[in-house]
């Protein structure tokens, strides 16, 4: 069992609300390398929410090669404003609790999370084709771009 956040996970206009704890036991019969992970909602400051963002607890070859250990999404409105950014640097110090590093995946042609990974100062891998029978690839996904955030 994984225990609960701390409360306060904050950065620039982003709070990081915990909603809960996702414990994919028994998701999807016949699917491999699904970890338990931590679902934050991302607010502004004001108390709208922004997005969300998951933090991943596990090294299976699913999160190493093409998951990540974290994930991210903006709602259309607050995109380009470091919403993904705020909310990584928040969630940062948590993190560290568990990892000294992790990986960080999106695809080829999304340069938005491309600039989010660059900018937290994460170090490019590779590219790799995404295995057919990674849950990713039953999702759509063909390849994947993999960074390694340095903690430290």
Request: proline residues 11%.
């Amino acid at each position: 069992m994984l225990p609960p956040p701390p409360a306060g996970l904050q950065s620039g206009p982003v709070i990081l609300r915990f909603d809960r704890i996702v414990h994919p036991d028994n998701p999807l019969e016949g699917i491999t390398g699904l970890v338990p992970f931590y679902h934050f909602k991302i607010m502004t400051r004001q108390g709208q929410p922004a997005g969300h963002i998951n933090f991943r607890v596990g090294d299976t070859p699913h999160i190493l090669q093409c998951a990540g250990h974290i994930g991210y999404e903006i709602l259309a409105p607050f995109r380009g404003q470091g919403f993904a950014y705020h909310a990584c640097i928040a969630l940062k110090p948590f993190i560290q609790t568990r990892y000294e590093r992790v990986i960080i995946t999106c695809a080829p042609g999304n340069t938005a999370s491309i600039k989010i990974i660059t900018k937290l100062g994460a170090c490019f891998i590779n590219e790799i084709c995404v295995p057919p029978d990674d849950p990713a690839y039953q999702s759509g996904a063909r390849k994947k771009k993999r960074y390694e955030w340095n903690l430290e």
